[in-house]
């Protein structure tokens, strides 16, 4: 297939993928009744309006409160966008105020809203507040994907035809300097740099667990605004956007983040477009303008209910002034922004962020795409669409962009184009190779299965064990022990009671041999991870009905492997759930959950599993194999509690 109908092709799969989402948002929300949807919690009615008021950026900000102390879970999180709906007789639906939430605590929303008006009928009561179809992201993804189709004889087209096409990257652009590095860089990731640095189109940092793949990022990013002045920083989700704008601004650097502040962390906040207007010397004078548009509106619209000539002249004349102060508004926000765009050296946001309206024309010479392992393809054409030159970075070896239709995953779309463009041009991707978390136990399955054996363990992590008495990997088979999965009739999710004993048992020993004191004092940290929600839930059941694990609780994280992404932990323990005469292992067929949660270990690793079923696969073959030949492996039936 050539670019063209690649294009067309993931242009189909994304659509397939917006059906299924909206579909998933049709029967969760759209075909239930205001009963149903406020028992599902995607509605919270009845609320009612606490206070309004302008927050940062002059942004109109609500405080709601839901007046029945519903205690069940609901899905309203910060940054999902939402409606404000009024259920009195009457009120016209198109009327419905929509926004986005800041933050939820107990019964108690608060949203920026989208304008700069409320209608009267929100001081009316009778409130009720949706979760809405996220629509912007399709539709600037379908844009994109178009934009790249259609491109030609330019550095747009270039990069489709390198990344999808048959196209040589070009090697080396010819305005190199010599570079210096800092001295904290290890070897491969000055050699990742230097790729970045020389690469005149694509280039790709695959960065496995724990090799400072931020770290080298930061400093590459670093070192090409000395170059360019400008750079754009990308990554899929907004919490990876805020853990680099924070460190690039530790770097001294001028960060600008665009985006919703109700989607920023509180730390990211002074950095969005808002705060920094805000903060512009130009600032006082904005808002004077718009204070006295705001006066000049409020009085005009007080003739509302007069009908005389006079009034009805008066209100045209100063509803007129009114548009006149706006202008000038608009126009002097326009010069504040672009005099912060120009002046700014990192210009970050998501990839759907990206295409926000003030970025409009705006081309950069690098863009950076980071957790590019999770970005789907045509949100990543997105920053392409700005830039010269595009720098991903992240292991699509971990955990893969999530997505609702399985036709559309099964299709293609979860293939990233970090992924395509690695396996077409490896020439043009750097691994980083040592690695400061795990014992160099932990990390060998992990290296040999994914990594071509290539990670090495820094000499500062790799003997950290947890205490004398504790080898750093153990993996206890409960296969004869007569386990059985079971699988909960309703979400269809699945569970297995004795290796979730099992678990509980294992942990409260190991704390036992460690000691409560010592473990406390350490502070030691561990993740308990196994790959079913309802296997989660019950662990936490038990975890919660224990008298050992009670004092250091706290410590003790017990999730799905996705909640963990990116996170470490002194101590893992894997729970792997799946036991059955027909040697079904499910969705732990994705191998790269397995090495997404063995990762995530520093000190020690421990897996519980049923070999007769997991043996099936050869993945969890050649882990069986492994542990066997390092001793790391033991029956349950030696165990002793
Ligand atoms: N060259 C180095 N020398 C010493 N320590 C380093 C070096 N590079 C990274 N580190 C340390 O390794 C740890 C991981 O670094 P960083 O957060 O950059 O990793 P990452 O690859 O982004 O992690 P993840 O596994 O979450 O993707 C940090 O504690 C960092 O200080």
Same mark, same amino acid.
């Given at each position: 297939?050539?670019?063209?109908?690649?294009?067309?092709?993931?242009?189909?799969?994304?659509?397939?993928?917006?059906? $299924?989402?909206?579909?998933?948002?049709?029967?969760?929300?759209?075909?239930?009744?205001?009963?149903?949807?406020?028992?599902?919690?995607?509605?919270?009615?009845?609320?009612?309006?606490?206070?309004?008021?302008?927050?940062?950026?002059?942004?109109?900000?609500?405080?709601?409160?839901?007046?029945?102390?519903?205690?069940?879970?609901?899905?309203?999180?910060?940054?999902?966008?939402?409606?404000?709906?009024?259920?009195?007789?009457?009120?016209?639906?198109?009327? @419905?105020?929509?926004?986005?939430? @800041?933050?939820?605590?107990?019964?108690?929303?608060?949203?920026?809203?989208?304008?700069?008006?409320?209608?009267?009928?929100?001081?009316?009561?009778?409130?009720?507040?949706?979760?809405?179809?996220?629509?912007?992201?399709?539709?600037?993804?379908?844009?994109?994907?178009?934009?790249?189709?259609?491109?030609?004889?330019?550095?747009?087209?270039?990069?489709?035809?390198?990344?999808?096409?048959?196209?040589?990257?070009?090697?080396?652009?010819?305005?190199?300097?010599?570079?210096?590095?800092?001295?904290?860089?290890?070897?491969?990731?000055?050699?990742?740099?230097?790729?970045?640095?020389?690469?005149?189109?694509?280039?790709?940092?695959?960065?496995?667990?724990?090799?400072? =793949?931020?770290?080298?990022?930061?400093?590459?990013?670093?070192?090409?605004? =000395?170059?360019?002045?400008?750079?754009?920083?990308?990554?899929?989700?907004?919490?990876?956007?805020?853990?680099?704008? &924070?460190?690039?601004?530790?770097?001294?650097?001028?960060?600008?983040?665009?985006?919703?502040? $109700?989607?920023?962390?509180?730390?990211?906040?002074? =950095?969005?477009?808002?705060?920094?207007?805000?903060?512009?010397?130009?600032?006082?004078?904005?808002?004077?303008?718009?204070?006295?548009?705001?006066?000049?509106?409020?009085?005009?619209?007080?003739?509302?209910?007069?009908?005389?000539?006079?009034?009805?002249?008066?209100?045209?004349?100063?509803?007129?002034?009114?548009?006149?102060?706006?202008?000038?508004?608009?126009?002097?926000?326009?010069?504040?922004?672009?005099?912060?765009?120009?002046?700014c050296e990192a210009i970050c946001c998501t990839l759907?962020?990206?295409?926000?309206?003030?970025?409009?024309?705006?081309?950069?010479?690098?863009?950076?795409?980071?957790?590019?392992?999770?970005?789907?393809?045509?949100?990543?054409?997105?920053?392409?669409?700005?830039?010269?030159?595009?720098?991903?970075?992240?292991?699509?070896?971990?955990?893969?962009?999530?997505?609702?239709?399985?036709?559309?995953?099964?299709?293609?779309?979860?293939?990233?184009?970090?992924?395509?463009?690695?396996?077409?041009?490896?020439?043009?991707?750097?691994?980083?190779?040592?690695?400061?978390?795990?014992?160099?136990?932990?990390?060998?399955?992990?290296?040999?299965?994914?990594?071509? &054996?290539?990670?090495?363990?820094?000499?500062?992590?790799?003997?950290?064990?947890?205490?004398?008495?504790?080898?750093?990997?153990?993996?206890?088979?409960?296969?004869?022990?007569?386990?059985?999965?079971?699988?909960?009739?309703?979400?269809?999710?699945?569970?297995?009671?004795?290796?979730? &004993?099992?678990?509980?048992?294992?942990?409260?020993?190991?704390?036992?041999?460690?000691?409560?004191?010592?473990?406390?004092?350490?502070?030691?940290?561990?993740?308990?991870?196994?790959?079913?929600?309802?296997?989660?839930?019950?662990?936490?059941?038990?975890?919660?009905?224990?008298?050992?694990?009670?004092?250091?609780?706290?410590?003790?994280?017990?999730?799905?492997?996705?909640?963990?992404?990116?996170?470490?932990?002194?101590?893992i323990v894997i729970g792997f759930v799946r036991s059955? &005469?027909?040697?079904?292992?499910?969705?732990?067929?994705?191998?790269?959950?397995?090495?997404? $949660?063995?990762?995530?270990?520093?000190?020690?690793?421990?897996?519980?599993?049923?070999?007769?079923?997991?043996?099936?696969?050869?993945?969890?073959?050649?882990?069986?194999?492994?542990?066997?030949?390092?001793?790391?492996?033991?029956?349950?039936?030696?165990?002793?509690?």
């Amino acid at each position: 297939m050539n670019s063209q109908h690649q294009l067309a092709h993931t242009f189909e799969l994304i659509k397939l993928e917006r059906q $299924a989402d909206l579909e998933y948002y049709r029967q969760k929300v759209l075909l239930r009744s205001l009963q149903q949807r406020t028992q599902d919690g995607t509605t919270w009615y009845p609320v009612k309006l606490k206070r309004d008021y302008i927050g940062t950026g002059e942004r109109l900000i609500i405080e709601i409160e839901r007046t029945n102390h519903l205690e069940k879970p609901h899905a309203f999180q910060s940054g999902k966008s939402v409606t404000v709906f009024s259920n009195a007789a009457g009120k016209p639906q198109k009327e @419905n105020v929509h926004g986005v939430v @800041n933050y939820v605590r107990d019964n108690t929303m608060v949203i920026t809203v989208n304008g700069d008006e409320l209608p009267e009928w929100i001081y009316d009561g009778m409130l009720g507040i949706d979760v809405m179809f996220d629509e912007m992201s399709y539709r600037e993804m379908e844009f994109a994907l178009k934009e790249v189709m259609k491109a030609e004889d330019n550095r747009v087209a270039a990069i489709r035809e390198i990344l999808l096409g048959t196209a040589e990257s070009e090697v080396r652009r010819d305005d190199v300097p010599a570079l210096t590095f800092s001295s904290i860089l290890n070897e491969s990731q000055q050699r990742a740099i230097t790729k970045i640095i020389e690469t005149a189109d694509v280039a790709f940092v695959h960065g496995p667990p724990g090799t400072g =793949k931020t770290t080298t990022l930061v400093q590459a990013i670093a070192m090409t605004i =000395k170059q360019e002045k400008q750079v754009l920083v990308t990554a899929p989700s907004n919490a990876a956007v805020d853990l680099l704008a &924070d460190k690039l601004s530790e770097q001294g650097l001028n960060v600008l983040r665009i985006g919703h502040p $109700a989607r920023v962390t509180e730390q990211s906040l002074s =950095k969005t477009l808002d705060a920094r207007i805000a903060q512009h010397q130009n600032y006082g004078e904005l808002r004077e303008l718009r204070k006295r548009m705001e006066q000049v509106r409020s009085t005009a619209l007080k003739f509302k209910r007069s009908f005389g000539y006079h009034e009805r002249e008066q209100r045209k004349q100063m509803l007129q002034e009114a548009k006149l102060l706006k202008n000038d508004a608009d126009m002097l926000e326009f010069y504040i922004i672009n005099d912060l765009l120009q002046n700014c050296e990192a210009i970050c946001c998501t990839l759907v962020g990206s295409s926000h309206p003030t970025l409009r024309g705006k081309k950069f010479k690098t863009a950076f795409i980071d957790e590019a392992g999770q970005a789907l393809e045509p949100a990543s054409w997105i920053p392409i669409l700005r830039a010269e030159r595009v720098i991903f970075a992240g292991d699509h070896l971990q955990l893969p962009p999530t997505i609702k239709s399985n036709e559309a995953a099964k299709s293609g779309l979860a293939e990233t184009l970090f992924e395509k463009g690695i396996r077409k041009h490896p020439e043009r991707a750097a691994m980083l190779q040592v690695q400061y978390r795990m014992h160099e136990d932990i990390m060998q399955f992990s290296s040999e299965h994914f990594y071509k &054996d290539e990670l090495i363990a820094h000499d500062s992590v790799k003997r950290r064990i947890l205490a004398a008495n504790q080898v750093p990997v153990e993996f206890i088979d409960t296969a004869g022990a007569g386990y059985a999965e079971e699988q909960d009739p309703e979400t269809l999710s699945r569970f297995n009671k004795e290796e979730a &004993d099992l678990v509980i048992r294992k942990v409260e020993k190991l704390i036992q041999e460690i000691g409560i004191e010592e473990w406390h004092q350490q502070g030691f940290t561990m993740g308990i991870i196994t790959p079913y929600r309802a296997q989660v839930d019950y662990i936490v059941k038990l975890a919660d009905a224990s008298a050992i694990l009670e004092p250091i609780r706290s410590l003790i994280s017990i999730n799905t492997v996705d909640a963990f992404q990116g996170q470490e932990r002194d101590v893992i323990v894997i729970g792997f759930v799946r036991s059955n &005469d027909k040697g079904e292992v499910g969705f732990l067929g994705d191998i790269r959950r397995t090495n997404v $949660a063995m990762t995530r270990a520093k000190k020690k690793l421990i897996m519980i599993g049923d070999s007769a079923t997991l043996g099936s696969h050869p993945f969890y073959l050649a882990l069986l194999d492994f542990v066997q030949a390092k001793e790391f492996y033991r029956s349950v039936f030696e165990e002793t509690f």
